[in-house]
Structure formats: structure tokens, C-alpha cells
């Protein structure tokens, strides 16, 4: 169960820390965001104890170079509920740093990659009819992540990308899709999509970004 509410960690740090979108680019240029993200588990026994997850975060984006930004990122996820057998209350916390390159700059379409390093403490207590037992866990996972921003005009942008992470004794494996929507010249709201190969998790979440 802890590699479930880990993988849900690492969704919303991809979530959040992997807004890249649109042609004026806030791949390249400084900002902020902050978002919350609903996953539906995609293990039986979790979800049997809590079928909707959610989770809160923000980043922060800064240019060290014309083609590489780095990320400054910090989760929060829970889990709570009750089967017929036992009754789980777990939390997870994350902070992490990136480096996220890209090729074409201001492009209709640019490509990017991702690297980041994430440090994801979790909190998970059960509770039975015969027994109790709280158990904490801490982690330093590696994501990596591809992508690419295509512009569709009107100051939308589209955005699939794939990511890997090092959850547990295996690797994770994630696609998701943004739409970004600038409302001005500093801020856009993105609704996002993700799915987890393994666990089969399917989330939701929903972005503010703010240029600074």
C-alpha cells in the first residue's frame, strides 16, 4: 500500500512541477503555480478503502538558460477510509528539484525532458478489530519525463507527455495530457490528465499558473 501512496505522490509532483506549455513559453520564463489532484486508485483494496485521493502542491520555475529551467516543487496527498477489515490513515509529503530542457524555444511544437529528484516522506497508520500498527516510510525517488507542447492557437496549448519513476522495488510508468489556457499575459489555468501503467491510477487535477 505504501508504493500506492508514494506513486500518488510522484503524480502530483509530475502534475504540478511539469507544467511546460505554450508557444510564448512558460518553459524559459519564471513562474509559480499551484493546483490540487484527485486520484482514483486502481488497486481493489485501496480503493475499497478510500476510492477518491487528493492531493495539493506548488512550484516554482526558474530559466538558468535559454533551453533549461530549473523546478522547485512540494506535494501533499491523503488517504483515508475503512474497508471491512481494517481502517488506513495515510499521508505522504513530497519536496523535489528538476532540470527540465527543451529544443525549440517559442516553437509550435517543443519537445522537452525532464529529470528530478524527489524526497517523499509518508505516514500510514491501520487499524483491525485485533491489532493496530502505524508505519512510516521515506524515500528518495529519480522521474524522468518526456514530452512535447503543441500549439493549437488562440492561446491554447496541448501538452502529452510520458514519465518514469523509481516508486518502490520497480519502476513507474505514467502518461498524461495538459490543456493550457491563458487568460492574460500572466495567467493560465491547466486541467490535467494522468494514468499510471502499473498501478493503474487514473487522476485529475486542476492548475493556476502565474508568470512573474
Same mark, same amino acid.
Given at each position: 500500500?505504501?508504493?500506492?501512496?508514494?506513486?500518488?505522490?510522484?503524480?502530483?509532483?509530475?502534475?504540478?512541477?511539469?507544467?511546460?506549455?505554450?508557444?510564448?513559453?512558460?518553459?524559459?520564463?519564471?513562474?509559480?503555480?499551484?493546483?490540487?489532484?484527485?486520484?482514483?486508485?486502481?488497486?481493489?483494496?485501496?480503493?475499497?478503502?478510500?476510492?477518491?485521493?487528493?492531493?495539493?502542491?506548488?512550484?516554482?520555475?526558474?530559466?538558468?538558460?535559454?533551453?533549461?529551467?530549473?523546478?522547485?516543487?512540494? &506535494?501533499?496527498? $491523503?488517504? #483515508?477510509?475503512?474497508?471491512? /477489515?481494517?481502517?488506513?490513515?495515510?499521508? @505522504?509529503? =513530497?519536496? %523535489?528539484?528538476?532540470?527540465?530542457?527543451?529544443?525549440?524555444?517559442?516553437?509550435?511544437?517543443?519537445?522537452?525532458?525532464?529529470?528530478?529528484?524527489?524526497?517523499?516522506?509518508?505516514?500510514?497508520?491501520?487499524?483491525?478489530?485485533?491489532? &493496530?500498527?502505524? $508505519?512510516? #516510510?521515506?524515500?528518495?525517488? /529519480?522521474?524522468?519525463?518526456?514530452?512535447? @507542447?503543441? =500549439?493549437? %492557437?488562440?492561446?491554447?496549448?496541448?501538452?502529452?507527455?510520458?514519465?518514469?519513476?523509481?516508486?518502490?522495488?520497480?519502476?513507474?510508468?505514467?502518461?498524461?495530457?495538459?490543456?493550457?489556457?491563458?487568460?492574460?499575459?500572466?495567467?493560465?489555468?491547466?486541467?490535467?490528465?494522468?494514468?499510471?501503467?502499473?498501478?493503474?491510477?487514473?487522476?485529475?487535477?486542476?492548475?493556476?499558473?502565474?508568470?512573474?
Amino acid at each position: 500500500m505504501n508504493k500506492t501512496i508514494l506513486s500518488l505522490g510522484v503524480f502530483a509532483v509530475a502534475a504540478l512541477g511539469g507544467v511546460h506549455a505554450h508557444a510564448r513559453g512558460l518553459l524559459g520564463e519564471r513562474y509559480v503555480n499551484a493546483g490540487v489532484a484527485v486520484t482514483r486508485p486502481g488497486n481493489d483494496e485501496v480503493e475499497e478503502i478510500d476510492d477518491t485521493i487528493v492531493g495539493y502542491g506548488a512550484s516554482f520555475n526558474l530559466p538558468v538558460q535559454r533551453n533549461m529551467d530549473v523546478e522547485l516543487f512540494a &506535494s501533499h496527498s $491523503e488517504l #483515508d477510509g475503512e474497508s471491512d /477489515v481494517v481502517a488506513v490513515d495515510a499521508e @505522504q509529503t =513530497d519536496f %523535489g528539484a528538476g532540470l527540465v530542457g527543451h529544443v525549440s524555444p517559442g516553437q509550435k511544437a517543443d519537445p522537452w525532458v525532464s529529470v528530478r529528484l524527489i524526497y517523499a516522506e509518508s505516514e500510514t497508520s491501520f487499524e483491525s478489530a485485533t491489532r &493496530s500498527l502505524d $508505519e512510516d #516510510d521515506s524515500k528518495t525517488i /529519480v522521474s524522468v519525463g518526456t514530452g512535447v @507542447q503543441m =500549439d493549437l %492557437g488562440h492561446d491554447f496549448i496541448v501538452s502529452p507527455d510520458i514519465n518514469i519513476s523509481d516508486v518502490g522495488d520497480a519502476a513507474n510508468v505514467s502518461i498524461g495530457v495538459s490543456l493550457n489556457k491563458w487568460l492574460n499575459q500572466r495567467i493560465s489555468l491547466q486541467p490535467m490528465l494522468n494514468y499510471d501503467l502499473d498501478e493503474e491510477d487514473f487522476s485529475a487535477g486542476f492548475f493556476v499558473n502565474v508568470s512573474l
